[in-house]
């Protein structure tokens, strides 16, 4: 089992920056690949970005690629979201997740989510 708590979010004027923190406790963190998903009201939860275990190989969604950055410490048992060059679009919940494999962008095959972070983009 694998508990999973980000930190991190709030309100951020457009083309401004935040970074968001998930903290993992419980089974051995740095075995998993950790991802990122949000949810926007109304739409459905889709994929950011997700980092190895190794944390020496990451993939993003095209929607944020370049601006967006996963980064892992896995003697912190934590991985971080940099957001950078925030847009309105970007504004949801963002959460964590964890599994056993590399290479997934889809939420059915994650086993671990936090409980989420409200990111609001304003323009």
């Known amino acids: 089992q694998v508990q999973l708590e980000e930190t991190g979010g709030g309100l951020v004027q457009a083309g401004g920056s935040l970074r968001l923190s998930c903290a993992a406790s419980g089974r051995t963190f740095n075995s998993y690949t950790m991802g990122w998903f949000r949810q926007a009201p109304g739409k459905e939860r889709e994929f950011v970005a997700a980092?190895?275990?190794?944390?020496?190989?990451?993939y993003y969604a095209d929607s944020v690629k370049g601006r967006f950055t996963i980064s892992r410490d896995n003697a912190k048992n934590t991985v971080y979201l940099r957001m950078n060059s925030l847009k309105p679009e970007d504004t949801a919940v963002y959460y964590c997740?964890?599994?056993?494999?590399?290479?997934?962008?889809?939420?059915?095959?994650?086993?671990?989510w936090g409980q989420g972070a409200q990111v609001t983009v304003s323009s």
């Open positions: 997740a964890a599994d056993s494999r590399y290479g997934s962008t889809t939420r059915h095959e994650y086993s671990y």
């Open positions: 980092i190895r275990w190794s944390g020496d190989s990451a």
